[in-house]
């Protein structure tokens, strides 16, 4: 469908760009004063944390959204764990047939702000099944191959997930210099146990088939967690957890937060850019992962500082607007939210690049979350970071109105 969101019929008891005073935690209070600090939830001390509560299901829908698999071109999964959590507090929810999924606040209001998070991830695809039963492969997205040797993968077929192993041939049989020769793809395959061909099929195999690192969610400390999905599912449910703020106190604004798909593979923008053109908004805020370079051997020159916990990273220069930008600055610095700032001179290589140019343009920022590890089995986030993130943009939403302004003057 082109064009803006049909106005959806609405919830009841409801009024879209109505301010709603602050309830204390009573007897009729907001269902958010319900809920402990996200300091304590997650058991931190730190003052800024203290400052914002948070729905403790969010907790549970993040390791959800993390754990469930959808590599580019095969979403279905992780968007429906979406979708189900957007329903809970979105005017309208929807899929299209991109495999994006919207979850639409006010949607009749003024000014149009799209959110946009992909929801896929890096993950691999069977290219051939060998005689003996082994499966080959390429990667779905880019892949260092030296971290797929070893790793368990589940693949995704129509008879349901079937485990296998990465295999590569030992390191006592490999001969002379080519110990020292870095893993290729092609050097690789995936062992099911199947016996042979036939027995692979029967267990519902075939070409085609996804596949991603069997590996959940695991908590390495009070704040930090690891993941083989942080990029960039952190940044699908950073705009539906924004969304989630607002509908508390709904905005003037007509919002829509998109679980945008195949990023990863989409080099002229994948999900973002029909969704950007259905939506045709006046603003959009992209939330992807930036490199964390608090981590050895990682160059700050080149990069900036950039830390785990040190708050969201701002988008600046390529299409990243000025007036966004600004905008996004003031907001953090009155509402105390950390941030630093990320150089981006010719592109960002995110959903910003693709929602730019959509139309006749659209004024976009860039919100990212520093990531270790990136594109590996373990990627590495602070939970405190992605709630900043989320609070940041439920902020800078607020404060649009059907007169505001982006053209750079």
């Given at each position: 469908?082109?064009?803006?969101?049909?106005?959806?019929?609405?919830?009841?008891?409801?009024?879209?760009?109505?301010?709603?005073?602050?309830?204390?935690?009573?007897?009729?209070?907001?269902?958010?004063?319900?809920?402990?600090?996200?300091?304590?939830?997650?058991?931190?001390?730190?003052?800024?944390?203290?400052r914002w509560i948070v729905d403790v299901k969010?907790?549970?829908?993040?390791?959800?959204?993390?754990?469930?698999?959808?590599?580019?071109?095969?979403?279905?999964?992780?968007?429906?764990?979406?979708?189900?959590?957007?329903?809970?507090?979105?005017?309208?929810?929807?899929?299209?047939?991109?495999?994006?999924?919207?979850?639409?606040?006010?949607?009749?209001?003024?000014?149009?702000?799209?959110?946009?998070?992909?929801?896929?991830?890096?993950?691999?695809?069977?290219?051939?099944?060998?005689?003996?039963?082994?499966?080959?492969?390429?990667?779905?997205?880019?892949?260092?191959?030296?971290?797929?040797?070893?790793?368990?993968?589940?693949?995704?077929?129509?008879?349901?997930?079937?485990?296998?192993?990465?295999?590569?041939?030992?390191?006592?049989?490999?001969?002379?210099?080519?110990?020292?020769?870095?893993?290729?793809?092609?050097?690789?395959?995936?062992?099911?146990?199947?016996?042979?061909?036939?027995?692979?099929?029967?267990?519902?195999?075939?070409?085609?088939?996804?596949?991603?690192?069997?590996?959940?969610?695991?908590?390495?400390?009070?704040?930090?967690?690891?993941?083989?999905?942080?990029?960039?599912?952190?940044?699908?449910?950073?705009?539906?957890?924004?969304?989630?703020?607002?509908?508390?106190?709904?905005?003037?604004?007509?919002?829509?937060?998109?679980?945008?798909?195949?990023?990863?593979?989409?080099?002229?923008?994948?999900?973002?850019?029909?969704?950007?053109?259905?939506?045709?908004?006046?603003?959009?805020?992209?939330?992807?992962?930036?490199?964390?370079?608090?981590?050895?051997?990682?160059?700050?020159?080149?990069?900036?500082?950039?830390?785990l916990g040190g708050g969201p990273v701002l988008?600046?220069?390529?299409?990243?607007?000025?007036?966004?930008?600004?905008?996004?600055?003031?907001?953090?610095?009155?509402?105390?939210?950390?941030?630093?700032?990320?150089?981006?001179?010719?592109?960002?290589?995110?959903?910003?690049?693709?929602?730019?140019?959509?139309?006749?343009?659209?004024?976009?920022?860039?919100?990212?979350?520093?990531?270790?590890y990136m594109h590996s089995p373990n990627e590495?986030?602070?939970?405190?970071?992605?709630?900043?993130?989320?609070?940041?943009?439920?902020?800078?939403?607020?404060?649009?109105?059907?007169?505001?302004?982006?053209?750079?003057?």
């Amino acid at each position: 469908m082109e064009g803006p969101v049909a106005p959806p019929q609405g919830r009841p008891g409801r009024t879209p760009g109505r301010r709603r005073a602050p309830m204390s935690g009573g007897e009729g209070a907001s269902p958010l004063a319900r809920f402990r600090p996200i300091s304590y939830v997650l058991g931190l001390s730190s003052p800024l944390l203290s400052r914002w509560i948070v729905d403790v299901k969010s907790v549970e829908f993040l390791t959800r959204l993390l754990d469930a698999a959808g590599p580019s071109g095969f979403e279905a999964r992780a968007a429906r764990v979406w979708r189900e959590r957007a329903e809970a507090f979105a005017d309208e929810v929807s899929a299209d047939v991109s495999g994006n999924s919207l979850a639409t606040l006010n949607a009749g209001g003024s000014p149009r702000v799209m959110l946009a998070g992909h929801i896929d991830e890096i993950g691999l695809m069977v290219t051939h099944i060998d005689d003996d039963g082994f499966l080959y492969f390429e990667g779905i997205g880019g892949w260092d191959p030296q971290v797929l040797v070893g790793q368990r993968v589940k693949l995704l077929t129509k008879q349901g997930d079937v485990v296998g192993v990465i295999g590569k041939k030992p390191i006592h049989l490999i001969k002379g210099d080519e110990r020292e020769k870095a893993s290729k793809v092609e050097d690789l395959w995936i062992d099911i146990g199947a016996k042979d061909r036939d027995a692979a099929r029967r267990r519902g195999v075939r070409v085609g088939d996804p596949a991603v690192i069997d590996a959940p969610l695991v908590e390495l400390d009070e704040d930090l967690i690891a993941s083989r999905a942080i990029d960039n599912r952190i940044g699908a449910f950073v705009v539906l957890e924004a969304l989630r703020l607002l509908s508390e106190d709904p905005p003037v604004a007509a919002v829509t937060a998109v679980a945008t798909s195949q990023e990863e593979i989409g080099y002229s923008g994948g999900g973002a850019r029909t969704s950007a053109y259905r939506l045709e908004p006046d603003v959009a805020l992209v939330v992807d992962v930036t490199f964390a370079t608090d981590s050895p051997g990682v160059e700050k020159k080149e990069l900036g500082d950039h830390r785990l916990g040190g708050g969201p990273v701002l988008g600046r220069g390529s299409a990243a607007h000025p007036v966004v930008f600004d905008r996004l600055v003031a907001v953090a610095e009155r509402e105390g939210i950390p941030y630093t700032i990320a150089a981006q001179a010719r592109y960002t290589s995110t959903d910003a690049d693709a929602i730019y140019l959509s139309r006749s343009g659209v004024a976009t920022g860039l919100i990212s979350v520093p990531n270790r590890y990136m594109h590996s089995p373990n990627e590495v986030v602070s939970r405190s970071d992605l709630e900043q993130a989320a609070r940041l943009i439920a902020a800078f939403v607020r404060d649009l109105g059907p007169d505001t302004d982006f053209v750079p003057r």
